[in-house]
């Protein structure tokens, strides 16, 4: 069975860093895409940033450039989002997800590509002081 797990959340007062990490198994990491998501209650859901299968492209909500970086290590099957000067507005749970049908449309779009979405189970995420 394919999993990803995700890991690195927790509680962090504002202007503070976190660093989420995915980790893969059951399949080989370098043939896809891959991107974060992030839901909070009563907010819709928001594709965050997401890197292509061989890490030359990336792409970022406006919201979060030049404060998040996503970065994947194929080697290790684990795909990265350091977060830097954290906002309240960041607070939600964060989702690795995993573009099953290897094209970048994921990454063009920040949206899932569903039938072909493969999800992780989340991290929370809390900024507050």
């Known amino acids: 069975q394919l999993h990803l797990v995700e890991s690195g959340g927790g509680l962090v007062q504002p202007g503070g860093s976190l660093r989420l990490s995915c980790a893969a198994s059951?399949?080989?990491?370098?043939?896809?895409?891959i991107a974060w998501f992030r839901q909070a209650p009563g907010k819709e859901r928001e594709g965050v940033s997401c890197?292509?299968?061989?890490?030359?492209?990336?792409n970022y909500v406006d919201s979060v450039k030049g404060r998040f970086t996503i970065s994947r290590e194929n080697a290790k099957k684990t795909v990265y989002l350091q977060m830097n000067s954290l906002k309240p507005d960041d607070t939600a749970i964060y989702y690795c997800?995993?573009?099953?049908?290897?094209?970048?449309?994921?990454?063009?779009?920040?949206?899932?590509?569903?039938?072909?979405?493969?999800w992780g189970q989340g991290t929370q995420v809390t900024v507050s002081s």
């Open positions: 997800v995993l573009d099953r049908s290897g094209s970048q449309t994921m990454c063009l779009t920040m949206e899932a590509p569903s039938p072909y979405d493969y």
């Open positions: 059951g399949f080989t990491l370098d043939y896809y895409s």
């Open positions: 890197i292509s299968s061989s890490g030359d492209s990336t």
